[in-house]
């Protein structure tokens, strides 16, 4: 009868050390999982925060870019402008001759 009890209890510790295992197991593959999933959730988040990066560096290329056509078209109207008013003093320097050779052409006429 006691030997009996004594197989039983450890049966039964056999068991309980089995379940204890098996839990041990369960909750180790449950970290594993949550630990590849918060590791899966990181690189996301890295990979997200790398896209952001990259989007800011495009925003910020794209910005020179448009700084720098800006300024190339403000350089071209100023070339423009400067050609513009090389061009009307040019034309006034010569409506000058003209008027000048009009006076000249009055004043020997009328001499």
Do not use: A, F
Request: charged share 0%; glycine share 0%.
């Amino acid at each position: 009868m006691v030997v009996m009890m004594m197989m039983m209890m450890v049966v039964v510790m056999m068991v309980m050390m089995m379940v204890m295992v098996m839990m041990m197991m369960v909750v180790v593959t449950m970290m594993m999982m949550m630990m590849m999933v918060v590791v899966t959730m990181m690189m996301m988040v890295m990979m997200m925060m790398m896209m952001m990066v990259m989007m800011m560096v495009v925003v910020v290329v794209m910005m020179m870019v448009v700084v720098m056509v800006v300024v190339m078209m403000m350089m071209m109207m100023m070339v423009m402008m400067m050609v513009v008013v090389t061009m009307m003093v040019m034309m006034m320097m010569m409506v000058m001759v003209v008027m000048m050779m009009v006076v000249v052409m009055v004043v020997m006429v009328v001499i």
